[in-house]
């Protein structure tokens, strides 16, 4: 057993840990949530078929039964955020008075955006508008004037304010505990407000497991999205056929790199990578915005912001809903998914964010990756409606209409200037954002099952790294996407109500700091 750091009421990271075979593992945390992780990726490749039949099946049953809980939630998360960043706890330093920040604004930003957004932006970029133009929410019917404007606005709403909140509700809850209260980084400390003591034992293990098993099917699905989106552009670039098998080796080769970034360090791995991440993701913006329609795409931002707001309450709304293929479809799975990687991002965010005042941090999480996203379903999305509208090229509508999903983003930069030199940088953009997934939330479940310890050996980073890749694979042949889809749902209920919880123990946490 070893000690890391005292906690100053009693508690020290580390208590309940055990040394073996060179790890250093909280004992209970570790030992259940491996065990179920391996269990489950053997039965799932055992009985393919089976998996496959009850997953397709859960994730119907959880959209239709559970959807309110998930959208009342997610408004609670962007109300509880915004009143914040305006209360007068927006002062309180993470960290305490005297603390400085441990990156700067440029690097900070490139870990948490890597890590917060990751493979969904090349994924749904162009997809999600075009396919809310063709199947627009909210009632609109296709021959409406301002379904250009439901479109964006819609899609803009699964990807702006709503999960960012998600992400700080997680992350500002950690911060505060760990930086400022002396409690280890794991999520059970956000819990002592309510819990006391009582954390520390067997109701703490049961949180902080809940909390591995939603980061590693949240990164799971992440990780599949990849892997299709990949494998469609090998395929549709170089005529590698996108079969399992393609897909299988991609993950593994992205699992080796990961495994290589782990082994650097997160100052050497995950925030050179990110920082590169962030670089050619912004070229890639750059060069869609100047070779597409350049004053068409800046008037289209602004314009998408005043639509994204106007139609924010409707779309907001859970009674009553008449559009369920989108609210079911969409909606309430989007909010599963980013709630199944929130104690993943929130944690890497809290670990980033040493030294900023709260309102900093609100801003920064909320405000600023809400306008960069716009910017991109703007460059991409908008863009590939307008193709269609101006142009009539309908190579974005026959891979939407044909399912096929992941070649979107392949046919819009088809009708661009150099389409094999910009395909080949989404394609390596999509590969670091694999990396990146999966080297932060290998960090981020070590810490957890390491009970709180920032440090601890190499090889439990590279064992959860290695379970990630094969959780995937698993998941991808016990029923595809769809199998993703349903694990990332069913593991996000639960700690949903677990986030409502920390909503309370934040301004609990903030209350007691002075200003």
């Known amino acids: 057993m070893t000690d890391n750091k005292n906690t100053g009421d009693g508690y020290t990271v580390g208590r309940d840990n055990i040394q073996i075979w060179g790890l250093d593992v909280h004992q209970p945390v570790f030992a259940i949530a491996a065990s179920l992780v391996i269990a489950f990726v053997v039965i799932t490749i055992v009985f393919q078929e089976q998996a496959a039949a009850m997953f397709i099946a859960l994730r119907p049953w959880l959209t239709t039964r559970f959807d309110w809980v998930f959208v009342i939630s997610t408004n609670i998360f962007l109300l509880v955020t915004l009143s914040l960043i305006f209360s007068p706890w927006a002062k309180v330093r993470i960290g305490g008075p005297g603390?400085?920040?441990?990156?700067?604004?440029?690097?900070?930003?490139?870990?948490?955006?890597?890590?917060?957004?990751?493979?969904?932006?090349?994924?749904?970029?162009?997809?999600?508008?075009?396919?809310?133009?063709?199947?627009?929410?909210?009632?609109?019917?296709?021959?409406?004037?301002?379904?250009?404007?439901?479109?964006?606005?819609?899609?803009?709403?699964?990807?702006?304010?709503?999960?960012?909140?998600?992400?700080?509700?997680?992350?500002l809850a950690l911060a505060i505990f760990s930086y400022n209260k002396g409690l280890p980084l794991t999520i059970r400390s956000a819990f002592y407000p309510f819990l006391g003591e009582r954390v520390w034992g067997w109701p703490g293990h049961l949180i902080d497991i809940l909390a591995v098993l939603a980061t590693l099917f949240g990164i799971a699905t992440t990780l599949g999205y990849g892997a299709e989106q990949a494998s469609a552009g090998l395929a549709y670039l170089y005529d590698i056929p996108a079969s399992n098998f393609t897909k299988i080796a991609l993950i593994i080769v992205i699992t080796i790199i990961a495994l290589i970034s782990v082994l650097r360090g997160l100052d050497g791995g995950v925030k050179r990578l990110s920082e590169i991440n962030l670089v050619l993701a912004g070229l890639l913006t750059l060069f869609v915005v100047i070779a597409g329609a350049t004053m068409d795409i800046f008037a289209g931002f602004l314009t998408n912001i005043v639509a994204y707001l106007k139609y924010l309450p409707a779309l907001s709304n859970w009674v009553g809903r008449e559009d369920t293929a989108f609210y079911h479809g969409w909606t309430t799975f989007y909010w599963a998914w980013w709630i199944a990687w929130s104690p993943f991002v929130g944690m890497f965010i809290a670990r980033v964010s040493r030294g900023r005042t709260v309102r900093e941090f609100l801003v920064c999480t909320l405000i600023v990756p809400s306008l960069a996203s716009i910017l991109w379903m703007t460059a991409f999305g908008d863009s590939a409606i307008e193709q269609y509208l101006r142009s009539g090229y309908d190579g974005v509508f026959n891979a939407v209409q044909n399912s096929q999903l992941e070649l979107s983003l392949f046919r819009f930069l088809e009708q661009l200037p150099l389409p094999e030199i910009s395909s080949a940088v989404a394609l390596l953009l999509i590969v670091i954002f694999f990396v990146t997934s999966m080297d932060s939330g290998s960090l981020v479940i070590d810490i957890i099952t390491a009970g709180g310890k920032l440090n601890a050996p190499i090889p439990q980073r590279a064992f959860w790294c290695c379970f990630e890749g094969l959780i995937a694979i698993a998941l991808l042949l016990g029923g595809g996407l769809a199998a993703l889809q349903a694990l990332a749902l069913a593991t996000a209920f639960p700690f949903t109500l677990l986030m409502l919880g920390l909503c309370v123990a934040i301004v609990q946490g903030l209350r007691s700091e002075a200003v």
């Open 99 to 171: 603390a400085t920040p441990d990156y700067s604004y440029a690097s900070w930003f490139a870990l948490m955006f890597a890590a917060g957004i990751g493979i969904g932006l090349m994924f749904y970029g162009v997809l999600e508008p075009f396919n809310n133009y063709l199947h627009p929410p909210l009632g609109f019917e296709n021959s409406d004037p301002s379904i250009r404007d439901i479109a964006m606005a819609a899609t803009i709403f699964h990807w702006a304010l709503h999960p960012w909140a998600i992400y700080a509700v997680v992350g």
